[in-house]
């Protein structure tokens, strides 16, 4: 029996129990790659649960795609798995686990990621299991055997994972990584293995800036994780502003690095996001922004401190970041940090710090609060008083590109006057339309 099959039997079981179900996603094999087995997953009382056939492989000589697989033993399916810890069952009628590896207990007694088999073959059997065992490292904090180690940066491995594993995978599994309990440990081990080039693929032609070291991405993804454990308005507000950061944080190394594409240019870490990482959208639109705040955030908190910024300026710059303002806030800093302590490798352990790294912090601190006392923390939500077909009325001019300007102009008064009135709006627009002319 397969595993949709099966899943669909349990699924029948439990509506008959009167159990809510969810519904099954079927997952095809595709050896080409190293897709080997088809998958079902569902939720189980909330749970994500895959469903799939005990199985043993078949390979030919000179070749690592099977040519045939069958139904397997339970032992023959143990020894085909990625880790002993991940190689367990629990069997249903007796109500014990099973350890047919003979390790996988006490692997997980100790705190150690080990493959079944010699950890060569595992990996060039399906290169994703070094990035999976990335993943249960850091989910766990458990501890690489050194064999396994040594294996997931042999190039072999290293080229495999390059040719043979479709991106979506990939990013699948960073995106698991970053969203687990330990982000940063994920990116030092893909920095250690050499990986962060391999899953964040660059743009084959780079036409404006430099792609920074790995290191980069390492160092700011402990600030994240720094500023998760401390107290203060820096810290993340939320599990998605959390991913947010530690997304952007990972391609850092591509901040003002520009590609090319259909010969327009394109932003690398847009790029290294779509077609790296197969993220959506949504995420590239997240980086996208929080990356441009920083050279407009940075500015704006240090003249903050010594002169506060006028309501205008400081409002019209959240519009155009929108409801992201206060994570590109949270990134500018994290970028300053980054650029005034070059030699710290790990901010969740540096024990000495230095007293600038408080006032780094406030100084962004106090340009959220600075939005608050103004009250304009949701001012990109707001609607102009007058809108541009009534500026272009009053002014007795033709809609056009200029209404982009006026509107910009009446936002900025709009800003500055928060208890002015329609008619006051429309006056300052006329006085600033006879100002230009």
């Not at 010969?263 to 997240?286: E, G, M």
């Amino acid at each position: 029996m397969m595993g949709y099959e099966f899943a669909t039997y349990v699924n029948k079981y439990l509506t008959e129990q009167g159990v809510p179900t969810r519904s099954i996603a079927k997952i095809d094999s595709n050896p080409e790659k190293s897709k080997h087995l088809e998958t079902a997953t569902t939720k189980l009382f909330d749970q994500e649960v895959d469903f799939c056939n005990l199985r043993t492989e078949v390979y030919e000589e000179g070749s690592r795609i099977p040519s045939q697989v069958t139904f397997g033993t339970p032992t023959e399916d143990a020894y085909r798995r990625d880790t002993t810890i991940n190689s367990l069952f629990y069997n249903v009628n007796s109500h014990l686990v099973e350890d047919f590896t003979n390790k996988g207990i006490e692997d997980l007694v100790q705190g150690l990621i080990r493959t079944p088999l010699e950890p060569f073959e595992t990996f060039r059997d399906d290169p994703l299991r070094v990035l999976r065992c990335i993943r249960f490292a850091s989910r766990f904090d458990f501890e690489m055997v050194p064999d396994l180690c040594a294996a997931a940066k042999h190039p072999e491995i290293i080229n495999a994972l390059i040719h043979k594993i479709s991106r979506e995978r990939v990013g699948t599994e960073f995106e698991k990584m970053i969203t687990g309990p330990y982000p940063l440990l994920s990116m030092q081990l893909i920095y250690a293995f050499d990986l962060y080039p391999v899953v964040m693929a660059p743009p084959q032609t780079i036409t404006e800036g430099t792609v920074g070291e790995p290191m980069v991405a390492v160092r700011a993804v402990s600030i994240v994780a720094w500023l998760t454990e401390i107290e203060g308005g820096l810290r993340p507000a939320s599990d998605d502003e959390k991913r947010s950061l530690f997304l952007a944080a990972s391609v850092l190394p591509f901040y003002n690095v520009m590609s090319e594409q259909k010969k327009k240019p394109i932003s690398a870490a847009q790029l290294v996001l779509r077609d790296s990482l197969k993220t959506n959208n949504q995420d590239v639109n997240i980086v996208s922004t929080t990356f441009k705040g920083i050279s407009l955030l940075g500015p704006l908190a240090e003249s903050n401190m010594n002169n506060t910024v006028r309501r205008s300026e400081l409002g019209m710059v959240i519009r155009e970041l929108g409801a992201l303002w206060q994570t590109a806030v949270k990134l500018t800093a994290i970028k300053e940090l980054l650029d005034t302590y070059p030699a710290i490798l790990d901010f969740t352990t540096w024990t000495t710090k230095d007293p600038n790294v408080e006032v780094i912090c406030k100084k962004y601190q106090h340009l959220i609060q600075t939005a608050e006392d103004y009250g304009i923390q949701e001012c990109y939500k707001w609607k102009h008083v007058v809108d541009g077909k009534r500026a272009a009325q009053i002014l007795g001019i033709r809609p056009g590109p200029i209404v982009m300007e006026l509107l910009k102009v009446q936002m900025t008064w709009q800003l500055e006057h928060p208890e002015g009135s329609k008619e006051e709006c429309e006056e300052a627009i006329k006085s600033y339309w006879e100002s230009t002319q």
